[in-house]
């Protein structure tokens, strides 16, 4: 891998700026990206150069905007692009379009990201790698008392998550 001499952050506020602050200690060329709603946040100009994105489009979708950010990133001729976390953070597509913009993500490969996004998936990959991990159930069914059982076989406390999201 080449070496980073420019990043763009896909993300806005105190994440983007933390980004920058390390990459600029670095003495790596930091990108901003902005909704026009955030023309005036600070994010923006922490940055070295700074990119509307999303043009017309509200805030949350034009940072979720894969192909134009990618845009603004090979207009910007940027090495890498870090998601910062949250929005594209964890999406492979977004990973997958740097990696087919000739441009580094800083991040997991788009095949972790989906192994690792469904807990159960992970849970199992944990165990075929021969992690320690809690006892668990596979989905729970529909029935109460079959749950009120399962229940009893792991033991108390429960700890019940979703099997998908952050």
Wanted: with cysteine; aromatic share 8%.
């Amino acid at each position: 891998m080449k070496p980073i001499k420019s990043i763009l952050v896909a993300n806005r506020g105190e994440i983007a700026i933390r980004v920058f602050r390390a990459a600029s200690e670095l003495g790596i060329r930091t990108v901003a990206i902005y909704a026009n709603e955030d023309r005036f946040a600070l994010h923006r100009f922490k940055a070295d150069e700074s990119y509307l994105v999303g043009t017309g489009q509200k805030p949350i979708a034009a940072y979720l905007d894969i192909p134009d950010i990618v845009r603004v990133a090979k207009d910007a001729g940027v090495d890498a692009i870090h998601p910062g976390y949250g929005f594209l953070s964890e999406n492979p597509e977004f990973a997958e379009a740097c990696a087919a913009a000739g441009i580094a993500f800083i991040g997991p490969q788009p095949q972790v990201m989906r192994d690792l996004g469904n807990k159960v998936a992970a849970r199992n990959l944990a165990v075929a790698a021969g992690v320690p991990v809690v006892p668990a159930t596979g989905a729970l069914p529909q029935d109460l008392d079959e749950i009120k059982r399962l229940a009893r076989e792991v033991g108390y406390p429960l700890m019940l998550k979703a099997s998908w999201g952050g």
